[in-house]
């Protein structure tokens, strides 16, 4: 999957290595490191930190789903280079959602290695806690990665593509749903409010470089196979962990209050 992935040239080790081989090997430092579990830096104090600490990073091969890529883009003409496009929109990048959804990233921006929180606006009064590692930056595209319980299994890169005289502004996830619940959800609720995210973000992103137009979208099913090996992964479900962290709310102020009110007669 990255660089260091990639076959031996076959070199002698007492050769200089080729241009390609050097060219291949370039973007090292644009990769997050590998990693057997999540950590999570300091939490501002307004953001829900669940389901990401600890877990591990799921792609499309331990999702359970059908996978499934999608292309979202719109056309910003010739309004801004693709690098000035990615450098705005990696500074930026909670800026341009959808209302109600927070992201909490490090303050320098988009970075290969990074862990980001995420508190997602879902129907009724509850906010989905997730989260997501940062694979992969460089000056043209970015790249996530979702963490077990997350809602999909696998990856989500955000570019620049140049057509023509034409930029766009492209975020293309490839993923699977992560288990047998969101696979259900899916066809029901999940397509439409993914869908509704990515389009306004668009069209955040072209209000912001001075461009009204329209999203556009394409879907491909890769593999219509579930892969029912992993319809463990229920386990992790972010969504029913969301649910029984926010119904557990009262109770914690009620801890909270006594814990205070004991301190004061202690004291």
Known sequence: MTSSDKPDDGQPVNEEPTVEAVERRSDL????????????????????????????????QQGFGRLWRKTYRINLGSAVPP??????????????????????GALTGIAPGEVALLNLK???????????????????????????????????TFSGVVEGDNIFAQVQPLFRANDPIYE???????NRMEDKFWHQTLRNIGTHFGVDAQPQQHNVCLDKRRQWRNWRNVWHNAFIRSIIYTLGTPFRWAARTTRRITGRKDS
């Not at 000035?84 to 800026?95: C, D, S, T």
């Open 83 to 104: 690098t000035e496009l990615v450098a705005e929109w990696k500074q930026r990048f909670p800026e341009f959602w959808p209302p109600g959804n927070r992201f909490f």
């Open 184 to 190: 259900i959800g899916m066809p029901i609720m999940m």
């Open 29 to 60: 430092e644009n990769w997050a490191k590998v990693v057997s579990a999540l950590e999570v830096g300091e939490v501002p104090a307004d953001a829900i930190n669940l389901n990401v600490a600890g877990r591990r990073v799921t792609g499309p």
């Open 122 to 156: 879902v129907p009724g009064r509850l906010k989905l806690s997730t989260g997501v590692l940062v694979i992969y930056a460089d000056e043209e595209s970015f790249t996530f990665m979702t963490p077990a319980g997350h809602g999909y299994a696998g990856f989500i």
